[in-house]
């Protein structure tokens, strides 16, 4: 009989092949064992040790705890992100040193601490998730075939075990604690519950108004100091439905927050690239945003004409773009309006000419990072199907004025109709 490591690696290769009689006949060979008294044990430690070899390669690839459980969940199902974690929470104890603080703080959001024991990982999950031998080395098969065929992604931070490890920062400043965070938390968390679209668009301008200024504070601080810092980056999940119009709302809220994003539409998530303090705004206001604008499309929804419900996706997609070119705009409204307020404060002391080339500098350094991690990087043209989803989700989205700092009434948003 083949050891528990061939047979793995013929379990392996049958399912990455097109023949699925093969792939089940080498899965009863798994079921079956090396043949021996502990054959069972031995293949699923076979499966944990090839698991963990594949989970120590993704770090250096690019790859982030956080992304690896989306795309498994997206790719799979929950089922199979789970012995995901337990086999990140054995990695991460035979990971030598040294691991940087995010890379841990990643780990605990998505692990549970102390539950999967190395020496029953399979068996383990497999009682928890109620399975029978059979579809638990299935999954365990599918769960490796993914991790063992991820590409390499842009490489945001210092990996585990690299030397910018032991130095690396956090992806910003503290996520909690900050008074100014929490302020625009709480602005957002009332922006989500509300039932009426104007105080919704009015407390998420007031959030994107006190993020400009924390943001330009942050800016002038790091001006003044030593650290060398370089612009890092965060992905955010546009998984379906509407990938494209989630895509494009990542974007509108990285730009009125000085940063950059691609949309990589196969892996189901969008690269932002920025400052740490702008990073942690656009994940508040995506996150927000997106409640609101599923909130706002249902309502729409509603009060569609009798008899215009024969294309519901064709106008939920265009409305959910109306509605993040138009939320985009009402966004960089109020961030150019705390800019030109800072900079006339600014005008009336010693360091007057500071903050407009500081805050050039920084776009300039942003930009730059992304032509470094994207130099392929391409435009996706917008198309809009549905001229009725495309003027309720604009007229959603401009029902209040987010004009909080005297800024200039914002234009309207051009758009034809594709007939398609």
Known sequence: MPDADELV??????????????????????????????????????????????????????WQPVDLDRITARRLDARAARLVRDAMAVQRREQPDPVPAWFDEQLREVTTEGRANAENVLSGWSARESLDRVDALRTAVDVLALVESLPPIAVLRPPPGSSGAATARSAGPARSGSPMLDRVRALLAKAESTTFPAEAEALTGKAQELIARHSIDEALLAAGSERGDVPGGVRLST????????????????????????????????????????????????TSLLVQ????????????????????????????????????????????????????????????????????????????????????????????????????GTSAADRASLDVGGGRKPRQVPGRPDRR
């Open 239 to 286: 998984d379906t439905p509407y990938a494209g119009a989630k895509a494009l709302l990542v974007q509108e809220v990285a730009v009125a927050n000085r940063c950059e994003a691609v949309w990589s539409d196969d892996l189901g998530f969008a690269t932002v690239l920025g400052w740490p303090a702008d990073l942690v705004a656009v994940e508040l206001l995506y």
């Open 293 to 392: 604008a599923t909130a706002a499309m249902l309502r729409g929804r509603a009060e569609r004409r009798p008899g215009s419900g024969r294309r519901t996706k064709v106008w939920d997609e265009s409305f959910l773009n109306a509605f993040a070119l138009r939320i985009g705009e009402r966004l960089r409204a109020a961030t150019e309006a705390a800019t030109d307020a800072a900079d006339q404060a600014a005008a009336e002391t010693a360091g007057a000419e500071r903050l407009l080339p500081v805050l050039a500098a920084r776009g300039e350094a942003v930009r730059e990072r992304l032509d470094t991690l994207f130099p392929g990087v391409t435009r996706h043209r917008l198309s809009v199907r549905d001229a009725e989803g495309w003027s309720s």
């Open 9 to 62: 690696a013929n379990a392996l290769a049958a399912v990455r092949g097109a023949d699925v009689r093969q792939a089940e006949r080498q899965l009863d060979q798994l079921i079956v064992g090396t043949g021996a008294a502990d054959g069972s044990t031995a293949v699923d430690a076979a499966l944990l040790r090839r698991l963990v070899r594949g989970l120590t390669r993704l770090w250096p690839r690019g």
